[in-house]
């Protein structure tokens, strides 16, 4: 597992060209020995697989994975300094595949019961994930993610907002606070979302 979350930059530093970026840590069976002296069970695959157990990633991290989603199976290698050109690695990933994964996660946004629902404009199509990642023994708090890209039909710009150490019982995630970025766009940079200004 962590061969095929390695592939999309997880758990590995992105290259970008700014100081202090962090690596993060990808479970392994190697790494449980070596930090608990303890044989890898089945249940740490199934925790490692929806990122708790020791998974840390950052923010770009899952957003580069995104985009390469999005962009047909491009690693970029992100650039803060305008006029850079990016690099980039083909991950050779099967379209078929990457067909199932678009579609779920436009169903994610689009669908009743979708867990994205708030993402879901009139005047643009998205496509995205969210997850919450419960924190401490007690998880009273949670970390709210939302990922994804739009437009789906050609995806042109990915995204990813994380509300960190929120109360468990906040009913506000992520999608709902960028629905509101979403918003603020359409009013002042609607040039982004591919429509007209309103006047």
């Known amino acids: 597992m962590d061969e095929y979350m390695k592939l999309f930059g997880l758990g590995e530093k992105t290259g970008v060209n700014f ?24 249940g740490n695959t199934y925790h490692t697989s ?8 950052t923010p770009l991290q ?3 994975a995104y985009a390469a989603l999005a962009n047909g199976g491009k690693l970029v290698t992100p650039t803060l300094v305008k ?12 379209q078929s595949y990457l067909d199932v994964v678009h579609e779920g996660m436009r169903m994610a946004v689009s669908v009743d019961g979708g867990t994205v629902r708030g993402l879901d404009l009139k005047y643009v199509s998205i ?3 969210s997850g919450t990642a419960e924190l401490g023994n007690d998880n009273e708090h ?3 993610w939302v990922a994804g890209y739009w437009p789906y039909d050609k995806p042109k710009y990915a995204f990813i907002l994380l509300m960190e150490r ?6 506000l995630g992520a999608s709902w606070v960028m629905r509101d970025v979403f918003d603020w766009m359409k009013e002042n940079r609607p040039e982004y979302l591919g429509i007209e200004a309103e006047n």
Do not use: C, H, Y
């Not at 929806?50 to 990633?57: K, N, R, W």
């Not at 990016?86 to 050779?92: A, F, I, K, Q, S």
């Not at 929120?166 to 009913?171: D, H, V």
């Open 83 to 94: 006029g850079t050109k990016p690099t980039t690695t083909d991950l050779n990933l099967n």
């Open 19 to 42: 100081p202090g970026e962090q690596a993060g840590l990808i479970p392994t069976p190697e790494w449980k020995e070596e930090t608990f002296d303890e044989e890898w069970r089945l």
């Open 127 to 129: 496509a995205g994930k």
């Open 166 to 171: 929120a109360p468990r019982t906040n009913s």
């Open 50 to 57: 929806i990122g708790q157990f020791g998974f840390l990633i």
């Open 142 to 144: 949670v970390n709210s």
């Open 62 to 64: 899952m957003l580069r």
